[in-house]
Structure formats: C-alpha cells, structure tokens
C-alpha cells in the first residue's frame, strides 16, 4: 500500500507541476525558463471589420481647431498649415494625425496622410520618446482591414522606423499587437493605393524597414508573428 501511495503522490507531483507552467511571450526575459511555455502567435481573422472612423482626428477638424486645411492647385489637394509646424506639440499632433488615417473620405483621409508623413518627417528624432502614443492610432488603422487604410499607414510606420534606430528599437516591444494583421495580408493581391503594387510587397517592405531599423531582435519578433519571412539582412 505505502508503494502505490508512494506512485500516485509522484504523480500528483508532476501532474500539480504540468498545472503550474506559466505561459509568457516570447522574446522575453522568461522565455525559455523551467516552468515556462511561449505562448502561441495570435490568429487574426480575415473578416473584414466594421467601418473604423479616427476618434479624435475628425473631431478636431470639425471645430476648426486643426493647425492644418487642404489646399486646392495645379496639383491636387495637399495639406496647408495654418501656423508653423515646427513649433506644433509633436506628443498631440502627430498622434492625432495618425489617427486619421483611418479616415477615407475627404478631406479628412488628405489631412490625415499628408499631416502624418510631414510631422513624423520634422519630429522624427523625439517620436521614441512617445512611441507608444503613435502606436495606438497605427494599430487601430491595420485592425480596419482595409487594404487602402493599410497601405497608407503602413508607409507611415515604415517611415517611422526608417527614421533612426532608436525608433525601430522603440518598437520592437510593440510588434506583438501590430503585425498579426500584416500577417493576415502578407500574400494579398489587392492593389495598393497608388495602385502600382500589389499590398503583400508594401507589406514586406515595411517588414525589412523594421528589420534593418530595429536589428536582430526585430528579426526575431517579425519572424515570430510572420513565419514565412526571411531576413533582408542575410540575403
């Protein structure tokens, strides 16, 4: 009796500590630790989501309290300032921006995209020290589902991670909550918004913008979340 008593309390032992794992991300400091598991990449269905309207952007424009208005010429419409936007608070407003690029009526999707590439281009050297303000607008954009929304916000992403290293680096964290959508479009054939390219390679191309800026540890959090992807740097 004390035998079998001996067997089941060893395998309530080990059954008690199979219950006990505890999942974690991977890429992390507890990665790969004794009583760990990594925990799976999420699956991002491929239905389309409801329509995604900015929450602050078009607010804003309607007040006529954006610093911004679109201006009609030879060329089209493209963005005029009301005032200079070098002095403009880069932590409100190019968050803002951003979060118009869900927009696609006008005048608020000209704005929005015009506004965003300008801004990150003149405050790209302080946008890691708020990188998590610009990351919530960029993930709502993808989680719409619209080719045309991701396509533009993806060439702001990419500009910001081209911007210097620190901000690829400054993303690395946050690659988890954005790329399972990019993921989801990595082989898509729908047109990009200039209608030249295909939106899988406006897709890779930002994924080796984040590779480059971000270096190895980028590699690995990309290769995670998209697995068919191979390294631009070890080609």
């Not at 929304?149 to 911007?163: D, G, K, N, R, Y």
């Not at 480059?212 to 998209?226: D, L, N, Q």
Request: aromatic share 8%; net charge positive; glycine share 6%.
């Amino acid at each position: 009796m004390r035998h079998n008593h001996g067997i089941s309390s060893c395998s309530s032992r080990r059954t008690n500590a199979s219950n006990s794992s505890r999942e974690v991300l991977p890429f992390t400091p507890h990665a790969g630790k004794p009583g760990t598991i990594i925990r799976a990449p999420p699956s991002v269905s491929f239905a389309a989501s409801s329509t995604i309207k900015s929450v602050a952007f078009r607010r804003v424009y309607d007040c006529g309290d954006l610093p911004a208005a679109v201006l009609h010429d030879s060329q089209g419409r493209k963005i005029s300032w009301k005032t200079n936007p070098d002095t403009l608070d880069p932590t409100i407003y190019v968050p803002l921006f951003l979060d118009g690029l869900c927009e696609t009526s006008k005048p608020y999707d000209v704005l929005s995209r015009s506004g965003s590439y300008d801004l990150i281009g003149r405050f790209c050297d302080r946008i890691p020290g708020f990188i998590q303000l610009v990351v919530s607008p960029i993930r709502r954009a993808f989680n719409s589902r619209n080719p045309q929304i991701i396509c533009v916000t993806l060439t702001a992403l990419e500009q910001i991670a081209q911007s210097s290293r620190e901000s690829g680096k400054a993303l690395i964290p946050y690659l988890r909550v954005l790329l399972p959508v990019l993921n989801m479009f990595r082989t898509s054939k729908a047109s990009c918004c200039n209608r030249k390219r295909a939106l899988s390679d406006h897709v890779l191309e930002a994924l080796e913008a984040l590779e480059k800026s971000g270096g190895p540890s980028a590699y690995a959090a990309i290769k995670y979340m998209v697995p068919t992807y191979e390294s631009c740097i070890s080609r």
